[in-house]
């Protein structure tokens, strides 16, 4: 079993910055695949950044609209991953969490077993 707990979230203005944290339970935390997911209002929730299991993090993929910007690392001796933020756009308003499996299709929300609660994040223009 893994629990998930975000922190970082907040309000920032266009072409800020913001740090999201996800501390892990549980002591096979390095041997899961790690992910950023997002959720804005009336929207699905998409993916936003991956992060490998099987190479400690070291294999990482984003999606196109955050490459560049965003940042995912992951610190397996405090079982904490990061999602760096940088250059945020009003379009990057969502609720971000955090998820946790062994996946197979590290796009889809269904591979993932573990999920965190949650975090605003909110990007004024």
């Known amino acids: 079993q893994v629990q998930l707990v975000e922190s970082g979230g907040g309000l920032v203005q266009a072409g800020g910055s913001l740090r999201l944290s996800c501390a892990a339970s549980g002591r096979t935390f390095s041997r899961y695949d790690m992910a950023w997911f997002r959720q804005a209002p009336g929207k699905e929730r998409e993916i936003v950044a991956w992060?490998?299991?099987?190479?400690?993090?070291?294999?990482?993929s984003y999606i196109d609209s955050v490459k560049g910007r965003f940042t995912i690392s992951r610190d397996n001796a405090k079982n904490t991953v990061y999602l760096q933020m940088n250059s945020l756009k009003p379009e990057d308003t969502a609720v971000y969490y955090c998820?946790?499996?062994?996946?197979?299709?590290?796009?889809?929300?269904?591979?993932?077993?573990?999920w965190g609660q949650g975090t605003q994040v909110t990007v004024s223009s």
């Open positions: 992060s490998d299991g099987s190479s400690s993090g070291v294999r990482t």
């Open positions: 998820a946790a499996g062994s996946v197979v299709r590290w796009r889809d929300p269904i591979e993932y077993n573990y």
